[in-house]
């Protein structure tokens, strides 16, 4: 099956740091989406992105489909942001896979 | 409404108990799915219910049920669970606007004695 990778596993920022987080596929997708999960457990979507480039508030992604891999760029960081970030898949099945995550504390 | 809603919120079994897990959306969406979440590890998939038809059974126990009475609806009957079974079970629909996005319900933690 199709393979997530997510870097780096964790990061640790200063609040107002900026920081890009990478997620590496090994197959073609048709669905690529970027999650929060707060320390609640509750999946927060921030992007579906399949492809190219999206922007919301401080956060933004970026999709290469053709090149296999996502960025998720965090501007400004504030502690809120802490969580982990789950980068997930669907390579044209029902099968939704997600990456190992990578685990944001910002620092007040 | 991008809602998706899991009753309980917290639930502790033991071992012979027979309980249920609940999840409902009113999205129109046409898929649901269980996922079961582990400590420090990501989501993976259980179940996929297409058009209330399962479609996917990630080789999971027969002590875990699911059931899909109606598009909305989606239960997980649990029976002679075992404390590994301890973790988050979240339930997720896809639809629209985009087919293949998945939104997330809260979960449920579960804890198995």
């Known amino acids: 099956g199709i393979q997530v990778e997510q870097s780096p596993p964790d990061l640790i920022l200063q609040e107002g740091a900026n920081s890009t987080l990478r997620c590496n596929f090994s197959?073609?997708?048709?669905?690529l989406q970027w999650f929060h999960q707060n320390p609640w457990g509750q999946l927060i979507n921030l992007f579906y992105?399949?492809?190219g480039t999206k922007q919301n508030g401080r956060l933004s992604a970026t999709t290469v489909a053709t090149e296999r891999y996502s960025l998720l760029y965090i501007s400004s960081s504030q502690t809120t942001d802490s969580g982990v970030y789950f980068c997930a898949v669907d390579n044209y099945g029902q099968n939704f896979v997600f990456g190992p995550g990578t685990r944001l504390s910002v620092l007040p | 409404d991008t809602e998706v809603t899991q009753t309980p919120k917290h639930l502790v079994m033991g071992m012979t108990n027979k309980k249920s897990l609940k999840c409902e959306q009113h999205m129109g969406h046409r898929a649901m799915y269980w996922y079961k979440q582990k400590a420090k590890k990501p989501p993976e998939l259980m179940f996929v219910?297409?058009?209330?038809?399962?479609?996917i059974n990630e080789s999971v126990p027969s002590r875990f049920s699911p059931e899909c009475p109606n598009s909305s609806l989606l239960n997980l009957h649990l029976h002679a669970l075992q404390p590994e079974d301890s973790a988050l079970y979240l339930c997720?629909?896809?639809?629209?606007?985009?087919?293949?996005?998945?939104?997330f319900g809260p979960g449920t933690r579960l804890t198995v004695l």
């Open positions: 197959d073609s997708v048709n669905n």
């Open positions: 219910y297409s058009y209330e038809k399962l479609s």
């Open positions: 992105i399949p492809s």
């Open positions: 997720a629909s896809t639809g629209h606007p985009n087919p293949n996005e998945q939104f």
